[in-house]
């Protein structure tokens, strides 16, 4: 969502805005902000266009309101975002909170690979002792996905947008929710047959039981760097499998998961809600109360530099790959089985859309998304060999390069670099919070847009249809120094694994052109 397009941002407000859009989706963007008149703390904002969001995320008032309460209720617990003002005008709702430094998690976990179990238990923990909290507080989040997993600057881990979220007792009063959300790889089984959905009411679900059958997913992804199906109905074999041999399937994913966590997974991922893992149960597993190097008697993650530089080094692009052959299991579906969901999901290939700070014509039919100047287009029309820079070039790229953070994924064996080592005291010094889905090119610009469009082209790339239909994100060209270009894959929303994967496959395609510090 482009803001400008709806309606200028309120300016009555107790803060002053100091970045440009962080982060986006279908009807909200968020944009950091410090005190009127100091330079710190800086927090995020969201904004919320009121209209948009009731028309083309059908999220009435009321819901805003209801985020609202719910977030400022958990707020105060050490993995989940802290909550601090809201206000709001005829137009816009805005939501004032903390500032996860660190970026999203699963931009730092390399898809179809996962991370060391050492790693994953480490955010599990931290995930169960913030899902514990909001329970004990009678709310349940109903949306724990990757998307809603941030880090902080010291790599802890918090859970953020309660949009979903929703009180399930009150004074010792349960009740039972109907509302058809989540996104289908995480959702719980009992979300899709006891929701009401049309005209067919149901018959409810316990919102605290969906919330563990959403750990257990994650925890999976974790581990296995991918979800073990598509959505947990008829139509995965994958999950028919599950069902048909009690958990003990021969998929390969499940396969290369640590024994000790197979128990716990199968707990936590029973299908009768009644039978499921209960929180104090996963608490007292014994691959819960496993020792751990990197996880301190509070809670918090310790030795973040080596844990940091375990993550970093684990992301790597492998140019022999075939990126139309799947790994371990095809890139699924997120919104394919006809679900009306109640939020934003990822598409099978995503819907990008492209900008640049230079000009071209693009060679296939995408929205243009001009991020930075606006430039006339100019004529592409040539299909010629590249012309590469000379070898001083080259050099002289390779030495400005040097401490970028995403040029190690494309080395054969995956450093961090050397000026980020040397002074790092956080985890951020070593993983930076900006995301890693970007390449960097000496190719003529002529030359590289087409050859990009084209890759995403052979990826089948859907072109938005239809106004609801929002892009899952957009690709940047930007000239960052002469005859270097910075060629950014943003995702705007939809499962950062889906768009690392989707990231790959294109810069395979486009090897040709990718500047490599090995070469």
Known sequence: MQHSQLAPLPKNVPFRIVSKTIGQGAYACIKKACPPDDDHPVFAVK???????ARHGRVSSRQLNLEVTVHSHVSGHPNIINFLKTGQDDVWCWIAMELAEGGDLFDKIEADEGVGEDIAHVYFTQLISAVSFMHSKGVGHRDIKPENILLTADGNLKIADFGLATLFEYKGVRKLST??????????????????????????????LVDIWSCGIVLFVLLAGNTPWDSPTDDSYEFHEYLATNGRTTDELWQKLPPATLSLLRGMLTVD??????????????????????????????????????????????FTQNPFQSPSQKMVSRSGDGMDMNIDEPSLSPSVGFSSTQPEMQRVSMPTDWDS????????SSTQPMNKASMSQDIAMEAQLEGEPSMSQFSQQPSVPVSRTQNAQRFQDIVPSRPMTRFYSVWELKLLVPLICEAMHRLGVPVPGVPR????????????????????????????????RFFKKVTILCKDAVFKPDE
């Open 47 to 53: 904004y919320i266009h009121k209209e948009y969001a």
């Open 179 to 208: 509302t058809f959300c989540g996104s289908p790889p995480y959702i719980a089984p009992e979300i899709i047959t006891n929701s009401t959905r049309g005209n067919a009411k149901g018959i409810g679900y316990h919102p605290d």
């Open 273 to 318: 809600p009644m039978k499921r893992f209960s929180l104090e149960d996963v608490r007292r597993h014994p691959w819960y109360t496993r020792a751990n190097k990197f996880l301190s008697a509070e809670g918090k993650l310790c030795d973040p530099i080596n844990l940091a530089t375990s993550m970093f080094e684990s992301l790597h692009i492998d």
């Open 373 to 380: 100047q606006h430039l006339a287009a100019g004529m592409v």
């Open 469 to 500: 239909c929002m892009p899952a994100g957009k690709v940047i060209v930007e000239c960052v120094a002469e005859g270097l270009f910075e060629v950014e894959f943003v995702k705007i929303k939809g499962d950062p694994l889906e768009w690392r």
